[in-house]
């Protein structure tokens, strides 16, 4: 490979970044006032059990070089952390996964266990109270890029909740 094609793709792979899409199943209709997110959608199924397929790694990392997007609505760069604790779900804090405990980080998919905080928004957001509900969060395709790996996808379930579940795209740099 010549240096020119070299430096086009480390541009290219470099130039990747941000966060993609965000999707929806929700028990109720999405809460603009709780700040989850524009242009989701919403239906009513159940949802998944297990994680989506994953494709396998453009690289082999070792699991303190794998990081996922905190911050999936709002920005992802910059934003990559390693067994994050958090993940903020609203552009204004009032949803977010909180004391989360994660199995298979790392692998090829990551399972991680925490309660989703919902702000009720009531009388107003700064001054309405939070409910917490169980939530799971599932990670997959993991890739590769310069300098380590990132989970692209992540899905959030919180069954029982106004949230329900919604999945988020494109979230590897």
């Excluded at 920005?75 to 952390?81: I, N, P």
């Excluded at 919902?118 to 993991?142: H, K, M």
């Amino acid at each position: 490979m010549t240096k020119f094609a070299a430096l086009v793709a480390a541009g290219a792979i470099l130039g990747i970044a941000g966060c993609g899409s965000v999707s929806s199943t929700s028990s109720a209709p999405p809460n603009s006032q709780q700040g989850i997110g524009q242009g989701a959608t919403s239906t009513t199924a159940a949802p998944p059990t297990s994680a989506p397929p994953t494709s396998a790694p453009a690289t082999s990392a070792a699991a303190s070089e794998v990081g996922v997007c905190v911050t999936p609505v709002v920005t992802c760069r910059g934003e990559l952390k390693t067994e994050p604790t958090q993940i903020i779900l609203s552009g204004d804090g009032t949803a977010f996964v909180t004391g989360l405990l994660w199995t298979g980080w790392g692998s090829n998919g990551a399972t991680g266990s925490g309660t989703l905080k919902l702000d009720n928004c009531d009388p107003n957001c700064a001054q309405g109270s939070l409910t917490g509900y169980e939530a799971t969060v599932v990670l997959s395709d993991l890739t590769g890029y310069v300098g380590g790996a990132a989970y692209a996808t992540m899905m959030v379930a919180a069954p029982g909740s106004p949230f329900g579940t919604r999945t988020y795209h494109h979230l590897a740099p």
